[in-house]
């Protein structure tokens, strides 16, 4: 509690209120100044707070999905390392994502002609074009197509090939998001990629949701094969251990760090002002602690 005298010495107390998500060992707590945002919408609950230390908040059923000052990490990692490693990348598809961030990194990329956004709740486009508009600064894009509708039935309906990079940018496996973990779905998202296509997903925190974790890295390799798989890691302070995973799937010949350009990468980043992404981060992030190595071996 900050506690600060006043001049006739009672104590002033700043606001003490805090966001907590909790599991069932472990919790993260931030201090607010306030909720801006609180809605059920069909899917979930919706909520915006005022933090303090990392700017506002959105979180979905109490779980923290992106805030104002370390959303970057996330977002420029989960595209520009798809992005930078496909020969010459025209169509993605976004299956959630509806803070807009994955869709505003792909479109830095002058080579999409199209992005395509999948989002179940239009409640959290809402929530971030009011409260989160640096991260929904894409949505008036042109080269944006938004659908609100549902990521598994939209896949199911996509043409063969029709696209180049897939990135799955969604929730835990609760929820709406529960379908988008299971082998179906991923053999569906193989069969819309074209034939040097590559699939990126966030792939929860190995510490934290290590089931998950092992178990959806088994399904992308009995799908892309043993070594087309690859993790990835990032640090994101406002997640669960602050370890977060991604993983890179290629159909074809794509590889992250083989078909990776150090020069290229490092131009795009500094004439983006990039905060996270840069050529060391990209090949230091395939790199991975033992216990996170031997868990998906
Ligand atoms: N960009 C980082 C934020 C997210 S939000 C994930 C989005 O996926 C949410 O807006 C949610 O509504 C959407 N979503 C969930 N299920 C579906 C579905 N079936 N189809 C389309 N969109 C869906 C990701 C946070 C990562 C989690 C960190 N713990």
């Given at each position: 509690?900050?506690?600060?005298?006043?001049?006739?010495?009672?104590?002033?107390?700043?606001?003490?209120?805090?966001?907590?998500?909790?599991?069932?060992?472990?919790a993260?707590s931030?201090?607010?100044?306030?909720?801006?945002?609180?809605?059920?919408?069909?899917?979930?609950?919706?909520?915006?707070?005022?933090?303090?230390?990392?700017?506002?908040?959105?979180t979905?059923?109490?779980?923290?999905?992106?805030?104002?000052?370390?959303?970057?990490?996330?977002?420029e990692?989960?595209?520009?390392?798809?992005?930078?490693?496909?020969?010459?990348?025209?169509?993605?598809?976004?299956?959630?994502?509806?803070?807009?961030?994955?869709?505003r990194?792909?479109?830095?990329h002058?080579?999409?002609?199209?992005?395509?956004?999948?989002?179940?709740?239009?409640?959290v486009?809402?929530?971030?074009?009011?409260?989160?508009?640096?991260?929904?600064?894409?949505?008036?894009?042109?080269?944006?197509?938004?659908?609100?509708?549902?990521?598994?039935?939209?896949?199911?309906?996509?043409?063969n090939?029709?696209?180049?990079?897939v990135?799955?940018?969604?929730?835990?496996?609760?929820?709406?998001?529960?379908?988008?973990?299971?082998?179906?779905?991923?053999?569906?998202?193989?069969?819309?990629?074209?034939?040097?296509?590559?699939?990126?997903?966030q792939?929860?925190?190995?510490?934290?949701n290590?089931?998950?974790?092992?178990?959806?890295?088994?399904?992308?390799?009995?799908?892309?094969?043993q070594?087309?798989?690859?993790?990835?890691?990032?640090?994101?302070?406002?997640?669960?251990?602050?370890?977060?995973?991604?993983?890179?799937?290629?159909?074809g010949?794509?590889?992250?760090l083989n078909d990776?350009?150090?020069?290229?990468?490092?131009?795009?980043?500094?004439?983006?002002?990039?905060k996270?992404?840069?050529?060391?981060?990209?090949?230091?992030?395939?790199?991975?602690p033992?216990?996170?190595?031997d868990?998906?071996?």
């Amino acid at each position: 509690r900050d506690e600060k005298s006043s001049e006739e010495g009672d104590p002033i107390r700043t606001r003490d209120v805090w966001f907590t998500e909790r599991d069932d060992k472990i919790a993260l707590s931030l201090k607010h100044d306030g909720k801006l945002y609180d809605v059920q919408s069909d899917f979930q609950k919706v909520e915006v707070y005022k933090t303090q230390a990392y700017g506002n908040l959105l979180t979905l059923d109490g779980m923290v999905m992106t805030s104002e000052k370390d959303e970057y990490v996330y977002h420029e990692m989960i595209t520009h390392i798809p992005t930078l490693t496909h020969p010459k990348p025209k169509r993605a598809l976004v299956i959630g994502g509806g803070d807009g961030g994955t869709a505003r990194e792909l479109l830095r990329h002058d080579c999409y002609d199209e992005v395509v956004m999948v989002e179940i709740d239009d409640k959290v486009i809402e929530a971030c074009k009011e409260h989160l508009p640096g991260i929904a600064s894409a949505f008036g894009n042109p080269k944006l197509n938004l659908i609100v509708d549902d990521g598994i039935k939209y896949v199911k309906e996509a043409a063969n090939g029709s696209f180049d990079i897939v990135i799955v940018d969604s929730t835990d496996p609760v929820g709406p998001a529960e379908g988008l973990f299971t082998v179906e779905f991923y053999k569906e998202v193989y069969r819309i990629l074209s034939d040097d296509g590559i699939m990126v997903t966030q792939s929860e925190s190995p510490r934290f949701n290590s089931k998950v974790f092992r178990e959806i890295y088994q399904v992308y390799r009995s799908i892309f094969g043993q070594d087309k798989v690859h993790c990835y890691l990032a640090y994101i302070p406002t997640y669960p251990t602050g370890m977060w995973s991604f993983s890179y799937s290629s159909k074809g010949k794509a590889h992250p760090l083989n078909d990776f350009n150090a020069e290229e990468s490092k131009a795009f980043a500094k004439k983006h002002g990039l905060k996270y992404y840069n050529e060391g981060i990209h090949q230091a992030a395939f790199a991975l602690p033992n216990f996170v190595a031997d868990m998906i071996s």
